[in-house]
């Protein structure tokens, strides 16, 4: 029988959620032989009007959020050619949303070729990207102007860095110059300006 503790559980796919005969299978889940299963991950609705259970999967309402995201906020976690990978952690500068994994290619940088992707953003930058399409991991673009890197921090000794024109900041601290595809966004009044 189902319990109230049930409803609502965090469920993995592969887990059981009932027999046919107390609940018909519904989103997000399968049967076989009569026993009802969890197809996705996600948490657990048993439907007792429709006698139906389902696994509202995170993935999918996850997917619905970030492509309704007019703004995504992620910190650049690796880098390499022509790729980097992006930790996403906020949509539309104010809601956080549970980390999620993107891409952004060199090609999505801007409208002139880029030869590395590292001209454009470097580990641990914070960057203001846009969602391309609802994909696993989610690619992304900074082309625009408010679109890019909103914090950048030093290669060479993880100091903040200042911007000296539209394409290069410098370190606060060792003084490294670098190349940087900024976004001209600010979501705070920069301190002392
Ligand atoms: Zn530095």
Redesign the pocket.
């Known amino acids: 029988m189902v319990t109230q503790l049930d409803q609502g559980n965090i469920v993995l796919p592969g887990t059981y959620l009932s027999t046919i005969e107390e609940f018909m299978p519904g989103d997000g889940t399968y049967d076989k032989q009569g026993l009802v299963y969890a197809g996705v991950v996600g948490r657990t609705f048993y439907d007792m009007i429709n006698r139906k259970v389902n696994v509202i999967g995170f993935k999918k309402n996850y997917m619905q959020t970030l492509k309704k995201a007019k703004s995504l906020i992620g910190v650049i976690t690796s880098v390499d050619e022509d790729m980097a990978q992006v930790y996403i952690i906020a949509a539309d500068e104010t809601r956080f949303l549970r980390p999620f994994s993107g891409v952004l290619h060199s090609s999505q940088v801007s409208q002139k070729r880029l030869e590395q992707i590292t001209l454009a953003v470097r580990i641990g930058d914070i960057i203001r990207a846009r969602p391309l399409s609802a994909a696993v991991p989610l690619p992304l673009t900074i082309k625009g102007k408010e679109f890019g890197v909103l914090v950048a921090h030093?290669s060479?000794?993880?100091?903040i860095?200042k911007k000296i024109d539209d394409e290069h900041v410098k370190?606060?601290?060792?003084?490294?110059v670098e190349n940087r595809k900024l976004s001209n966004f600010t979501m705070v009044k920069k301190h002392g300006s």
């Not at 060479?156 to 100091?159: A, E, M, R």
């Not at 370190?171 to 490294?176: E, F, I, L, N």
Request: net charge positive; glycine share 24%; hydrophobic share 10%.
């Open positions: 030093c060479q000794c993880g100091g860095m370190c606060s601290r060792c003084g490294q």
